[in-house]
């Protein structure tokens, strides 16, 4: 199996509103991403978990909230969202962690739709 | 953090064609990916060429890289109308140490014609 799959494909929601993308894959790896997308740009890096522990989170607002509960899913938790916030997120994953040995491609899922009314 | 320059931004051709795809960077690298995008949809990776390689082909895809430039370029030839999708570089600095930290540039989008 080598592909990330990602749910809900669209989300439309609220500023008040809490809500949570989902990720998974089980191709054994054990790096996984959060990209944001917005259209026509190229998608930005949000964060990244390696072996289940947050490892980089790129200054993102905190009503991003990632979460990890193992090794195949990866959560995006979503609250008091702007506007500007709509866009499309993109999980993806790697094999294992990145050296200067050892090129890492990552494989990315169909991304969540997100439209923040 | 790097920056990545694509150009150019739009690439209209014929099916049969070549097109070719330029990138830049800035800093140092370990690698540099291609990854095409269909609109809309997730990145799918194309090919990767090491910090050490001048060179490397997959199928239609030719890609060159120059690190002296900082720059690279992605050949694809005798396109067909499926190939039409955003290109994007992506490259993997040197300095990290943790984690997979990809940079994307700025994309090409390319449209061929049937």
């Known amino acids: 199996d080598t592909e990330v799959t990602q749910t809900p494909k669209h989300l439309v929601m609220g500023m008040t509103n809490k809500k949570s993308l989902k990720c998974e894959q089980h191709m054994g790896h054990r790096a996984m991403y959060w990209y944001k997308q917005k259209a026509k740009k190229p998608p930005e890096l949000m964060f990244v978990?390696?072996?289940?522990?947050?490892?980089i989170n790129e200054s993102v607002p905190s009503r991003f909230s990632p979460e990890c509960p193992n090794s195949s899913l990866l959560n995006l938790h979503l609250h008091a969202l702007q506007p500007e916030d709509s866009a499309l997120y993109l999980c993806?994953?790697?094999?294992?962690?990145?050296?200067?040995?050892?090129?890492?491609?990552?494989?990315f899922g169909p991304g969540t739709r997100l439209t923040v009314l | 953090s790097q920056q990545g320059e694509e150009d150019p931004q739009a690439l209209s051709i014929q099916e049969g064609e070549n097109a070719t795809m330029n990138c830049s960077y800035k800093t140092s690298i370990n690698n540099l990916q291609w990854y095409r995008q269909n609109s809309g949809r997730g990145l799918v990776h194309l090919i990767l060429?090491?910090?050490?390689?001048r060179e490397k082909h997959s199928g239609r895809l030719r890609v060159t890289l120059d690190t002296s430039k900082k720059s690279s370029s992605l050949l694809i030839t005798a396109s067909r109308a499926a190939d039409t999708a955003s290109y994007f570089c992506?490259?993997?600095?040197?300095?990290?140490?943790?984690?997979?930290?990809?940079?994307f540039g700025e994309g090409t989008q390319l449209t061929v014609n049937p």
């Open positions: 978990y390696s072996y289940e522990k947050l490892s």
């Open positions: 992506a490259t993997d600095a040197e300095e990290e140490t943790s984690g997979s930290r990809l940079t």
């Open positions: 060429i090491r910090s050490n390689e």
């Open positions: 993806a994953s790697s094999h294992r962690l990145w050296t200067s040995q050892d090129p890492d491609t990552q494989y």
